[in-house]
Nanobody, 121 residues
């Protein structure tokens, strides 16, 4: 079983910064893609940023230039540095990892429980 635990959310004023962390534990052979997703009230869960095992990154247009995703393979962790936050960034942030638990097993996606980010104007 694989568990993802997020941390780093909170309440911040517009223009401020937060850093989200997500660490995986359990039986893990390899982690492929890692990513962050955001769900605002009444809306679907949308992609914020992803990073591949090779280090290639992808960002939603709304966060480009403000957010930076990074990963630490040794720690089985992914991070999201969020700068110049605005109220539209408010939401529940989830991390997702594509994990192969053993060499012979297929990959499966796992989600964290979410961490709340609230940006006030």
């Amino acid at each position: 079983q694989v568990q993802l635990v997020e941390s780093g959310g909170g309440l911040v004023q517009a223009g401020g910064s937060l850093r989200l962390s997500c660490a995986a534990s359990g039986t893990i052979f390899m982690i492929n893609s890692m990513g962050w997703y955001r769900q605002s009230p009444g809306l679907q869960r949308d992609l914020v940023a992803t990073v591949t095992s090779g280090g290639d990154t992808n960002y939603s247009d709304s966060v480009k230039g403000r957010f930076t995703i990074s990963r630490d393979n040794a720690k089985k962790a992914v991070y999201l540095q969020m700068n110049s936050l605005n109220p539209e960034d408010t939401g529940l942030y989830y991390c997702k990892m594509i994990v192969r638990t053993t060499e012979r097993r297929n990959e499966f996606q796992y989600w964290g429980q979410g961490t709340q980010v609230t940006v006030t104007s």
